[in-house]
């Protein structure tokens, strides 16, 4: 392997799955229970075949355009659409995405739903928590939870993963997991098979991880500092 790139790609991955490896194991959890996302978003398509080379089966984006071009470029991985979707891009992201985890709409899940199906495929989806109710931010409010998680599972397209979080900036992301986690076991109550918790990104994945996340999120921890700003 002469491609220095991907020899720091791979040493920061070994360094990664150790710690994943070490939270689950503090946490007493099986670490291959626990799903990397890698978050390309702004990397190369190179770094997503590099990674892929690797070994890493589940990318991240938050882009229609961006995911669809990666997705192109390396079938074999899963794409998860962890960024905000606005419901004039569902119909393309249903087309190559594995798992959307930031569905926050009842819109969006008809729009999700319709698009699935006339592609003749089953969608996987979580639905998003928001921490603090700001509209802005992406997620929908404890109060409107569990009535979307209901409609998701009633969409003969999709299927109900689970639940997905981001702490805001400044929050304690504990306090944050914590809530996920109940949000989640309230769900699974009435929805068993929605066993998905996506938490945890780079600064602080070890604590979601200790809070039940099942797949992380993490960018710059794996692949180093974004090249360019998202939005
Ligand atoms: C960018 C992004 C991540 C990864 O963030 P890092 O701090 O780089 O690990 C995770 N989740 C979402 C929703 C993101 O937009």
């Not at 291959?32 to 690797?54: G, Q, Y």
């Not at 995405?97 to 009842?106: E, F, I, Y």
Request: charged share 20%.
């Amino acid at each position: 392997m002469t491609d220095p790139r991907e020899q720091w790609l791979e040493t920061s991955l070994v360094r990664l799955h150790a710690g994943i490896a070490d939270a689950a194991r503090q946490a007493g959890r099986d670490p291959d229970d626990i799903v990397l996302v890698a978050v390309t978003k702004t990397f190369p398509v190179a770094d997503v075949l590099r990674l892929a080379a690797l070994g890493v089966r589940d990318i991240g984006e938050s882009r229609d355009g961006e995911a669809r071009q990666k997705a192109a470029a390396a079938p074999e991985l899963r794409v998860h659409f962890v960024g905000r979707l606005q419901r004039n891009k569902a119909a393309s992201v249903a087309r190559y995405a594995h798992c959307v985890h930031s569905v926050d709409s009842l819109g969006l899940v008809t729009a999700l739903d319709r698009a699935a199906d006339r592609r003749g495929r089953e969608l996987a989806v979580a639905v998003q928590l928001s921490f603090d109710s700001d509209p802005d931010r992406g997620g929908a409010p404890t109060a409107d939870l569990p009535a979307l998680a209901d409609a998701v599972a009633a969409a003969p397209a999709l299927r109900l993963a689970g639940v997905m979080g981001v702490p805001p900036v400044g929050t304690d992301p504990a306090a944050c997991y914590h809530q996920l986690a109940g949000m989640a076991a309230r769900i699974r109550a009435v929805h068993p098979a929605a066993t998905m918790i996506s938490a945890g990104m780079s600064a602080d994945y070890p604590i979601a991880i200790r809070n039940g996340a099942t797949h992380v999120r993490i960018g710059s921890a794996l692949l180093g500092a974004r090249p360019s700003p998202v939005r």
